[in-house]
């Protein structure tokens, strides 16, 4: 097993064991499930900076045309989604334990289902293609575009006037700084235990993915030079001298 992945797994469970222990927030419908947020936000920071980071790849595929940067804007766009449906998930869990009901229509999670959408449509166009020059092309374009409007939802419509009014979401509390001192190492311990797991998950499946590319790479030059006709050379005519 890889060292570093046990390590930081050991910082997580470790830190799971504290947010566990947290004491109950007062302030909640249902106090002892506030935690939840322990888990909800971490997940939804991750999963927006594999969006951001999908876009960065995808420029860099475009400067160098190599397959190495698909492989991993692959990853980034996969681990991405995961959080994303992480973050929703637990986000359907806190409305029904705060707000009475798994689905509120709270303007933000429907702006966080569109971005959960952005992301399958990504995964979706990459299942698409076999041609691996033209999945790496679509997909990086598509991480390009896709990052303009998913930065919309997530950080501007949340945040005007008319949808803050709207949403039963408490906007202002990390920001502010009003997490209680327990909660804030609570959430924050978790959100670096829980980026360690995943750097060294993506550094995982890109290594994984980099070994399938070399294979396939290889695999197709012992195709081709195993196809390849075998040269004949130059036959020059040569003299017989008749029977007498």
């Known amino acids: 097993m890889n060292p570093k992945?046990?390590?930081?797994?050991?910082?997580?469970?470790?830190m799971t064991v504290y947010d566990l222990m947290t004491p109950a927030a007062g302030s909640f419908r249902t106090?002892?499930?506030?935690?939840?947020?322990f888990w909800h936000t971490p997940s939804a920071f991750?999963?927006?900076w594999f969006l951001l980071h999908a876009a960065y790849l995808g420029l860099r595929y475009f400067l160098g045309r190599d397959l190495k940067w698909d492989v991993r804007n692959g990853a980034a766009?996969?681990?991405?989604?995961?959080?994303?449906?992480?973050?929703?998930?637990t986000g359907i869990l806190f409305s029904q334990v705060q707000w009475g009901e798994w689905w509120s229509r709270d303007p933000r999670q429907t702006s966080f289902l569109m971005v959960l959408f952005l992301f399958a449509l990504g995964i979706s166009l990459r299942f698409g293609f076999?041609?691996?020059?033209?999945?790496?092309?679509?997909?990086a374009a598509y991480s390009l575009l896709a990052?303009?409007?998913?930065?919309?939802?997530?950080?501007?419509?949340?945040?005007?006037?008319?949808?803050e009014r709207l949403s039963l979401h408490p906007s202002n509390?990390?920001?502010?700084?009003?997490l209680d001192p327990a909660y804030k190492l609570g959430l924050y311990g978790t959100l670096t235990c829980l980026a360690l797991?995943?750097?060294?998950?993506y550094s995982m499946r890109v290594r994984g993915g980099l070994l399938a590319l070399r294979l396939e790479e290889r695999h197709g030059l012992d195709k081709a030079d195993s196809g390849s006709p075998t040269p004949t050379g130059v036959v020059r005519p040569v003299g017989v001298a008749e029977e007498r």
Do not use: W, Y
């Open 147 to 163: 990052v303009l409007p998913a930065l919309f939802l997530i950080f501007v419509f949340p945040h005007l006037p008319q949808v």
């Open 77 to 89: 766009i996969e681990l991405g989604a995961l959080f994303g449906v992480i973050t929703m998930a």
């Open 46 to 48: 991750i999963s927006t």
């Open 173 to 178: 509390t990390i920001v502010q700084d009003k």
């Open 31 to 37: 106090p002892e499930l506030a935690k939840i947020m």
């Open 5 to 14: 992945l046990l390590i930081v797994g050991l910082l997580m469970a470790v």
């Open 197 to 201: 797991v995943v750097g060294q998950v």
């Open 130 to 139: 076999n041609d691996d020059k033209k999945r790496a092309s679509v997909s």
